[in-house]
T-cell receptor
């Protein structure tokens, strides 16, 4: 069974700083998808970024980028020029291609951006 | 394009009652999945439907059930409610089983 681990329960940085959230996962599959979701106080789960395992190039979406290390089973999220609106819970998630294609989530990292 | 719509947003039920939650996916999306979110257990997968068929089911008791209609709208039902069923229930839709999921705002269920 796949597992996703986020080792940082909470993080706090100053506005405009860069912050990196860690995520490791365990799977025996070779092809899969990885995602970062953001959940602000409104509770709406918002997709931040997606990475296909077969792509070596790291995904980037504006200020958000990932460092995908397939061999190490590591998938970290970097937020550049952090903004107050980035304050939220961040969840790393795994989705396989074979078998049960459910999303498996980590426990989340609570990120606070301070003014 | 409208997002995923979940109704109702909030519910308060008594132990032993049953409840039905509704989810309308993004237009054109045929896959709907449900998740339970609690402070203690985090986000846990309940089940997934694609073209009216249940494709996957999580490790939840039989009191939790769901279905999907021909227009891709989905409902989940919880019978004989327990205090531990209090949670945020999230619905997500995707175009297919392998593409990214987009979530609704959730239904906050409180069992008293």
């Amino acid at each position: 069974a796949q597992t996703v681990t986020q080792s940082q329960p909470e993080m706090s940085v100053q506005e405009a700083e860069t912050v990196t959230l860690s995520c490791t996962y365990d799977t025996s599959e070779n092809n899969y998808y990885l995602f970062w979701y953001k959940q602000p106080p409104s509770r709406q789960m918002i997709l931040v970024i997606r990475q296909e395992a077969y792509k070596q190039q790291n995904a980037t979406e504006n200020r958000f980028s990932v460092n995908f290390q397939k061999a190490a089973k590591s998938f970290s999220l970097k937020i550049s020029d952090s903004q107050l609106g980035d304050t939220a819970m961040y969840f790393c998630a795994f989705k396989g291609i074979q078998g049960a294609q459910k999303l498996v989530f980590g426990q989340g990292t609570r990120l606070t951006i301070n003014p | 394009k409208a997002g995923v719509t979940q109704t109702p947003r909030y519910l308060i039920k008594t132990r032993g009652q049953q409840v039905t939650l509704s989810c309308s996916p993004i237009s054109g999306h045929r896959s709907v999945s449900w998740y339970q979110q609690t402070p203690g257990q985090g986000l846990q997968f309940l089940f997934e439907y694609f073209s009216e068929t249940q494709r996957n089911k999580g490790n939840f008791p039989g009191r939790f059930s769901g279905r999907q209609f021909s227009n891709s709208r989905s409902e989940m039902n919880v019978s004989t409610l327990e205090l531990g069923d209090s949670a945020l229930y999230l619905c997500a839709s995707s175009q297919s089983l392998s593409t990214e999921a987009f979530f609704g705002q959730g239904t906050r269920l409180t069992v008293v």
